[in-house]
C-alpha cells in the first residue's frame, strides 16, 4: 500500500463490516458505570441543597426546620456513598439511631400540627442533626477501617 493510502487495522476492520468488539457482554459492570452513578447521584445532592439554598430566606437559615433539612441532604450523602462502595454490606450505621434521628426529624417537620413549642422544636431538631451526625461520623470510621480494593 502506498503512505497516503494506509489504514489501521480497526479502521481496516469496520470498513470490511467486521466488528472489532467482542460478541459477549461483559459480565461485570465496569468501574466506569458505578462512577457514573456516583456522579449523577451527587449532582441530585448538589440540586438538592442548592434549591434548599436558592429558596431559603436568609431568617429562615435561623430555623430549626432549615437546619434538619440540610442535615437530612448530607446525611442522604453519606448513605448513597457507602451504597455505591463495593464492601457495602460490611458497613452499616445503627439502626437504632437512624429511627431516632428520623422520628426527631419528622416531629421538628411538624412541629405547628403537632403544637410543639420553640424550645421544645429546637431540642429536637437538635437530637435529628446530632443522630444524622453520629450516624454519619460512625460511618466514616468504618469506611476508614475498610478500605476499598483496587
Known sequence: MDAGKRVNDGEQAT???ASTMPDT???TASPGVTRRWTVIASGLLL????????FTKRHEFLSPVALVVV???GFAAMLLQLRFRKEADAI????WLNI????????????DYFRIGRRVLDLVAFGAVVCF???GALILRRIR???TPK
Open 25 to 27: 457482554p461483559p459480565t
Open 47 to 54: 440540586l438538592a441543597l442548592g434549591l434548599v439554598v436558592l
Open 100 to 111: 431516632i434521628g428520623v422520628v426527631c426529624a419528622l416531629l421538628a417537620l411538624g412541629a
Open 145 to 147: 477501617r475498610h478500605p
Open 133 to 135: 451526625g453520629i450516624s
Open 71 to 73: 442535615a437530612a441532604i
Open 92 to 95: 452499616h450505621s445503627p439502626l
Open 15 to 17: 470498513m470490511n463490516g
